[in-house]
């Protein structure tokens, strides 16, 4: 009986050992982590976003919508002084309806003897008594293009002076209900070239509200 005793629990101290064993083999740390499944110090791969990040807009971007300007070419000649031009005025054809002035051509002579070159809108003003001292600007109003005009020794230039029309006959009427202006001569500015005192051939200057449509100066006579 005694030894039957020893032998069982040597038996089951065998059986324990080796149960021991069992589980310390089953055990999950000395399974690898997730960490050391990957190689240490791969490269990582850079998001697709940032592949185009800090990437410059194309040049024509930052101009988009911007007018072009072309260079006038150069016309070989100097810009017309004062002295370069003679002025002169008359009644225009076409001119709106009323009993005033309308509108009026004002002529540009270069007397100079050598080809000069004017540009842009002329400015106008009524000369009270004719005393160029005495004038009174009148608002311009600018129609057409401008370009630089080439005038030949003896050739001319024009611009047409178009006004609000007076109604009615004698003293007349304005449409605003403004009293009408008359000025005997105008003082036409030129870019440029100075301002020039100018007389109808005919008759005063008669007008409402003291505005003027103003054409660019040009080589084409107007009607």
């Known amino acids: 009986m005694y030894g039957i005793g020893i032998r069982r629990v040597a038996t089951a101290m065998v059986t324990a050992s080796a149960a021991t064993l069992l589980m310390t083999a089953c055990q999950p740390g000395g399974s690898p982590t997730a960490a050391d499944s990957s190689p240490s110090g791969a490269p990582v791969k850079p998001a697709a976003s940032t592949s185009t990040s800090g990437s410059a807009s194309p040049a024509t971007s930052a101009t988009s919508g911007s007018p072009t300007h072309t260079a006038t070419p150069s016309t070989g000649a100097k810009a017309c002084g004062l002295s370069d031009l003679k002025a002169s005025m008359y009644q225009a054809a076409v001119r709106p309806d009323g009993t005033g002035t309308g509108a009026a051509i004002v002529e540009f002579a270069n007397v100079s003897g050598k080809a000069c070159t004017v540009q842009g809108y002329p400015t106008v003003a009524g000369a009270g008594n004719g005393s160029p001292e005495k004038n009174r600007p009148l608002k311009v109003t600018t129609t057409g293009g401008a370009s630089t005009v ?15 029309q007076v109604q009615g006959e004698a003293d007349g009427y304005c449409k605003s209900g403004a009293t009408p202006a008359s000025y005997p001569t105008l003082v036409v500015g030129v870019p440029g070239a100075g301002a020039h005192q100018v007389a109808l051939t005919d008759g005063v200057i008669a007008e409402c509200d003291d505005k003027v449509t103003v ?3 040009s080589a084409a006579k107007p009607s």
Do not use: N, Q, S
Request: aromatic share 12%; no cysteine.
């Open 150 to 164: 080439k005038i030949a020794a003896g050739g001319k230039a024009w611009t047409k002076l178009t006004f609000v």
């Open 215 to 217: 054409t660019a100066l």
